[in-house]
């Protein structure tokens, strides 16, 4: 039997970095089933993904990842070694939308998502027989208005309970902390929507009716202590027109939204997103 | 043979427009090719476009306009009848981008866009060779940049001297005057590009490429004295990757932008787009 | 508190239908909220949607029905009237594969369905609990591939049973018999992979990849006798490439399916779908 | 000053050929700008296109092919070394219409298209304007219908005498004969219009109307023997509705052909498209 693992790696541009690279895989015995190289212009940074195939037993994580650590330390890389037969963990956190969360929890049912769900939170417990459906612990976590900290509190002990290596914001309507989004830093995927033009405050599909815009979308990214406005790993629009009232829109929002998001957490599994700055490449 | 007119209106929602306007259709003897309607829930604005078709010779628009005026006023109706055999004027301007202007031309010359087009004018020479080929006059209006009047005098005055119905800004970078604006209140067709998020400021092409974004696109919509805000005609967006380097966004942006805009000018050519307060309805 | 009825016809073209009918709904104190025309040229046929908005207690569905009969035969229309208030009941089938399935209760759930499901068929037991929990009846009636005839039997008896006025067939791979097509034509909706080019015979996802194709695609339709060659209500595409083995085609293939049966069930529940011979007017 | 070298190639998959070929690369003192790879797991097949930076006066193009074939042949490579910096020779074949061709034009003049087109050949006259302003040869050359052979002998002999690398036939109504379409393996490009379900035979826009497709698209590809069964290349659609009579349809078919055609040659012209057996991988 074979095993796979994924190696993907960002640093300065230099000469020789994928004759590096593939000498250490095939040196060790390894063959690459997939590879994925970018050349920033811009940045003059150097982006890659490469899929290791290797003979059973010969190989494990640690290993490599010992081996590895001196070219990586040579050329200054930012890099990982993951283990694709290890399936990430991923929490998901929701608030009372369903769109999002019945999306996800049904392409993890079908086998379609690459992870393991070791729960759900949310601040309410409207969503929790549809979870509880799909085997999965549901933790109800309110919101105290006048002091969200013991919320948060509760939910990073969960995260962390849990052994979560990426945490899904599937709207859940709250804002992390920032000492949160640093500890899971590119691993908090958010989702909202997006128009052209953007829309400031509240009620943003009356905006956008308002405005008779043409179309409406969704923008899927990593999050971080400034809202919304992280590095984006996928968009998409839907078309609207005239004939859309506001709550139309939402529906028709809602789908973009559950679309962009299965797809960025499918790519964010299979390690296919890298971040630099605050811009994805994204190997898909 | 027969003549077709297009009678397009808008006014506040009441009971019996459409049996009164169809009504007046068939009682001389008309017949609606095409109609549709829309009612707008939330403005309580109803809007309507109807083409009747009319035995040759029975009547002319003037005749209609006379005769229908007792109705339009008896529903407070903002109105229009046009002869869809008198195509309408269409002045275009441009600058030193082409790909607006020459798919325009191209379209135009295939006999896609049911208008007469008098002439280009630009503010530079460089578009001259590929109008004149088109057997379009191109007048070349410099701007003098210290004193910017003259040449607004003047592309007004040619304007008038073409008795335009429509002009296209294709990638015209000036700044109409708002006395033009105003005289060609929602005459006056404009592209430019969208993006989500969106971005002011210079070089948005490279402002989108900073942000990693994933889709970039295009707003064609009516110029009104607040730049870029106008009521939208249509938007559209093209997927790039992190592949695309800023030139590469600029090109794809030009594909969006061109195919927005003519598909505007065509809707707004076959009276499909109706205004009221900032947005349209758009009968395509 | 208002009524709202949905007047659909199909006629030969010919002067003053609209005028008859708009007079008709007026004359009867209702008023047009939203209304559809179309005249299509190639055949000569005349099609509409009205949707009529009457004060509650002036009138119910039967002497709307009864009053417009003379007009509808001296225009030999094919009509129907149906009452806004009363959701159709719609039968699901489905058989092992459970995205279209998924989909549609999920939308069910949320309220974006207007119409009641009373029972879900299928020939295998899989999805059982799926439906269950949504608080659906699921009826499991076997095939016996050696005589399908009591399947189909059983299939018949509970669609009549559940008094459905719409069939969708949610990936149910049997091919129902033609006297059922018959009794429920243009009422039961079913969804196939398309491709360009076409591929007839198993496997086509694996065809379509030997192929190389860069889309896959989706096509919704009324059933007829002739297999898959029924009036088609929509279609969709999604883009594919080298990447994408068969399995993966699948996968999205399945997303393109589930998104066009939802949208092209959507249009039906509405009645915005009219056919005539074998292709609709979409009234969307 | 650098130089540009573009590798691709396509053996069977195994181990070592990414290292192998980095190692050529750097051990030349050559860097990788860009590369891709491609595992099909179906076919075995591996899939490489890299680009090759080197300082100036180095390496010529020569010396880089006689090093790689002993390696290339140890591979049992498929593979060619194309000069960046040499632009592609391209013919153009058009017969009346105009659209792909004027695209094809003025992305030619915008300098969007890395080629050169020493002329354009048409069996027809009329299009010999828009080529001749674009300061292009253009070689009429007639179809006897009796006998079309000598029309193909002139065809080939002035495709050799431009010494074309590459042959666009831009909506050129004539089937190339089996000798020429041998000589140009993979190097001639075509564009025809695609449905679902496909149509046979003639007049297929009437076709598509009379089914009600909902979706009309077109498939660039290579040509062989076997019309319009040659590796596909990129693929698109454009919705259409119940409105669009035929001739509506030609025009939106009109533009999606352009832009698939268009986005085809520029793949095709970056060598970003490797075929094996009758697919496609695109490097894009």
């Given at each position: 039997m074979e095993r796979r693992f994924r190696l993907i790696l960002a640093c300065?541009?230099?000469?020789?970095i994928v004759a590096m690279v593939s000498n250490f895989i095939s040196s060790h015995g390894g063959s690459i089933a997939d590879a994925n190289q970018h050349s920033d212009s811009s940045t003059g940074w150097f982006f890659m993904r490469v899929e290791i195939v290797t003979a059973s037993?010969?190989?494990d994580r640690e290993q490599l990842i010992e081996q590895f650590t001196p070219i990586a330390q040579s050329f200054k890389m930012q890099w990982e070694i993951t283990d694709s037969s290890v399936p990430k963990k991923v929490v998901l956190m929701a608030s009372r939308d369903s769109h999002c969360l019945a999306d996800l929890l049904y392409r993890y049912h079908e086998g379609?998502?690459?992870?393991?769900?070791?729960c759900v939170i949310s601040n309410?417990?409207?969503?929790r027989s549809m979870v509880e459906w799909h085997g999965i612990p549901y933790h109800h976590v309110p919101v105290d208005?006048?002091?969200?900290q013991p919320h948060f509190d509760r939910v990073h002990q969960l995260i962390v309970e849990h052994e979560a290596d990426t945490v899904v914001?599937?709207?859940?309507m709250q804002i992390l902390p920032s000492t949160v989004c640093d500890l899971y830093r590119h691993r908090i995927i958010n989702i909202h929507h997006s128009f052209l033009p953007s829309f400031a405050g509240a009620k943003p599909y009356h905006q956008a009716h308002e405005r008779g815009v043409k179309l409406i979308g969704a923008t899927c990214h990593y999050v971080t202590e400034?809202?919304?406005?992280?590095?984006?790993?996928d968009q998409d629009v839907v078309r609207v027109s005239h004939r859309d009232q506001p709550q139309e829109m939402v529906r028709l929002g809602k789908d973009v939204e559950k679309t962009v998001l299965s797809r960025g957490l499918r790519w964010h599994l299979d390690d296919r997103v890298l971040v630099h700055g605050n811009k994805t490449v994204v190997f898909n």
């Open positions: 300065p541009d230099r000469l020789g037993g010969s190989f379609e998502l690459d992870c393991e769900i070791p309410h417990d409207d969503l208005k006048e002091d969200k914001l599937a709207r859940y400034e809202l919304d406005a992280g590095p984006i790993i």
